[in-house]
């Protein structure tokens, strides 16, 4: 895999100099409520079961805090993971919430390890019940194995060895965190507890511990059958180890803004895992859209051969916030690679009157590798403040933030970077332009891996 192979597995936000219009800082704030949200909900959860039960003694209070903190923290983890459409304003998109996601379960396990450890011992206390032990003995075996499934989601990539956990299975284990935390509510609601205490607390636990098992029904047996929409393939066309898909729909039509991701599955050819693809056309007046498909593991490389045109396929979404429109006047986009995509759906979707001076570089191995040419041609012959730019890399070396300077029609520094690429090419390009005094203004990039 080449380095221009693989779209930018972190970041979101980049630097944020000051002259940033106000719009734009609330907008940032606007993208960190989401986070602070739920990390206050955890916080609340805590300092109510501490002072619910600090009559009980401190390692008592302390007990029950981060046991309760842990319960809001994996309720809001199987929230986040049902995709509400909703939230995505308040964290800044999809693959931003899949961030908070990831951390709310690291979180959650680090409590959970704490609350086994500091377990709150009320035996002298209450009266025990025969459903109180059973369920104290369920929350064990859950706990310990939600310990495992949260540990194997979090080291995906085996630290010290070179080994990554497949998608598949840790998708596949990924599924059981609802049932597991359904067990944990049984232990929460029936564990026997002193009953003489504020029952704010347990309003609360019982509020979060139903709206997370029913978030999880919704993500497992609902959201597949209400969110997806058919159509029908259309034309595929292959270019190099890219494939562009076009998909025409079948009933109810999608609507979307360009830079807006979906998720795509092709039962009928046997590919039933819906796998995220950026849309890489505008939208139009048929509803039709292209997916352009790089075979990049082994599902993207065997769809193309399996997929023939009048199939059914489905696609979920649109999801993302990727949106050249909320920048400013001066534009750099760039791209890396398959990361190309969200910039071929941005400039179809440039009309003659748009007024932001936009310049595009589109970093290949290859010319050959090159994709949507005709339409940054097309773009750049309808708009003359749209320009772009194929650098080679094979043939002329790497990007580096000094030609990148050299190629804008502006001063960087006056500009936003809009990327979607390698990390590397990315922190390479930044950490020059910084050296050079050009750090734009604001810097935007897209997630082509979520967490
Ligand atoms: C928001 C977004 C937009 C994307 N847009 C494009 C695009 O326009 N064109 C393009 O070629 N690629 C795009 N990708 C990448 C594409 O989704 C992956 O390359 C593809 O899913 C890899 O699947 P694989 O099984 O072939 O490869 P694998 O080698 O099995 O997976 C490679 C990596 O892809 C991710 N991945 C695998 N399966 C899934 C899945 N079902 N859901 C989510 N992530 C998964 C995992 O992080 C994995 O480590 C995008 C990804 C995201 C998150």
Partial sequence: MTDLALPARNGGLGPVRSGVPWTTALGNLLNLSGPLLVASLCVLAGLLGFTTYA???SDAALGIAVGAAAVVAMAQTLILAARPRLLEPLFGGLDRMYRVHMWLGISAMVLMILHQQIEPDFERTVRETGLGELAE??????FNALLVLIAIS?????PFIPLEIPYQL???SHRFMGVLFAIIVFHQFFVDMPTRVDPSLSVMLNTFGLAGVIAWVY?????????RREFTVSDISRHGDTTAVTLSPKGRTMRWRPGQFAFFRAPDAGFSEPHPFTIASAPRPDGALTLSIKGLGGWTRRLPDALRTGM??????????FDFRKGGARQIWLAGGIGITPFLAWAESLTETERRTIHLVHCVRTPEEAIGVETLQAAAARNPRFSYQLVATAR??????????EMAPFALRDADLWFCGPKGLKDGILEGLKARGQTPRR???EHFEFA
């Fill in 443 to 445: 810097v935007r990039f």
């Fill in 137 to 142: 003995e369920a929350g064990e075996v859950a």
């Fill in 154 to 158: 979090w080291f995906r990539r085996l």
């Fill in 396 to 405: 002329e070396g790497r990007l580096t933030a000094e030609r990148l300077t």
């Fill in 312 to 321: 059914r396929v489905q696609v979920e979404g649109p999801y993302g916030r």
């Fill in 55 to 57: 009559s009980y003694g």
């Fill in 219 to 227: 993500t497992e047996f609902v959201a597949p059958r209400l969110r």
């Fill in 170 to 172: 840790w998708r596949f």
